[in-house]
T-cell receptor
Framework: DSGVTQTPKHLITATGQRVTLRCSPR?????VYWYQQSLDQGLQFLIQ???????AKGNILERFSAQQFPDLHSELNLSSLELGDSALYFC???????????FGDGTRLSIL | QQQVKQSPQSLIVQKGGISIINCAYE??????FPWYQQFPGKGPALLIA?????SEKKEGRFTISFNKSAKQFSLHIMDSQPGDSATYFC??????????????FGQGTELSVKP
């Protein structure tokens, strides 16, 4: 158990809808990262937060947004969902940006 | 230049054998190279990591070999066991250089260890 908690584990929804994925980092970790894993693109970095502030952005679509709250949990919001958004979404956390990242078990998003 | 290329895509090894997975990178600013192990239905788990100022790091049956001039690094799993059957990802980052932290992952290697 990495100590990173992601909910829900599975999410099934339809095209055009909006969903929110939640991540609770390991105790004491201030940095949170979101990654997308798909068969064709592999594991891709989406966005990073550190102590509530956005730190780095990767290949994140404009339809996607994220935030980190004062209690350090993070949410990834996906809107106007398309079939191609079906993937595993992982959250990782680390004490600071220059320390190893530990991953949660992900949320599997299926768009019908 | 941000890519990390990993090979082979899949690997079958007999129990007790050595599993070798290779990765190559282009960006010389990368300063941290971790390996992750992922089982079905689980998230990637950090296995072992190396910085470019050392050429080898060993933890138990797992060894990273690093060749800075060739911009290549590899994972060796000694005495491979059926329980090692999983997907392995190499990654690279500039976590010390620019305090960024984002990981660039290879495409993964599916390892199967036959009893």
């Amino acid at each position: 158990d990495s100590g990173v908690t992601q909910t829900p584990k599975h999410l099934i929804t339809a095209t055009g809808q909006r969903v929110t994925l939640r991540c609770s980092p390991r105790s004491g970790d201030l940095s949170v990262y979101w990654y997308q894993q798909s068969l064709d693109q592999g594991l891709q970095f989406l966005i990073q937060y550190y102590n509530g502030e956005e730190r780095a952005k990767g290949n994140i679509l404009e339809r996607f947004s994220a935030q980190q709250f004062p209690d350090l949990h993070s949410e990834l919001n996906l809107s106007s969902l398309e079939l191609g958004d079906s993937a595993l979404y992982f959250c990782a956390s680390s004490p600071s940006p220059n320390q190893p990242q530990h991953f949660g078990d992900g949320t599997r998003l299926s768009i019908l | 230049q941000q890519q990390v290329k990993q090979s082979p895509q899949s690997l079958i090894v007999q129990k007790g054998g050595i599993s070798i997975i290779n990765c190559a990178y282009e960006n010389t600013a990368f300063d941290y190279f971790p390996w992750y192990q992922q089982f079905p239905g689980k998230g990637p788990a950090l296995l072992i990591a190396i910085r470019p100022d050392v050429s080898e790091k060993k933890e138990g049956r797992f060894t990273i070999s690093f060749n800075k001039s060739a911009k290549q690094f590899s994972l060796h799993i000694m005495d491979s066991q059926p329980g090692d059957s999983a997907t392995y990802f190499c990654a690279a980052s500039t976590i010390f250089y620019n305090q960024g932290g984002k990981l660039i992952f290879g495409q993964g290697t599916e390892l199967s260890v036959k009893p």
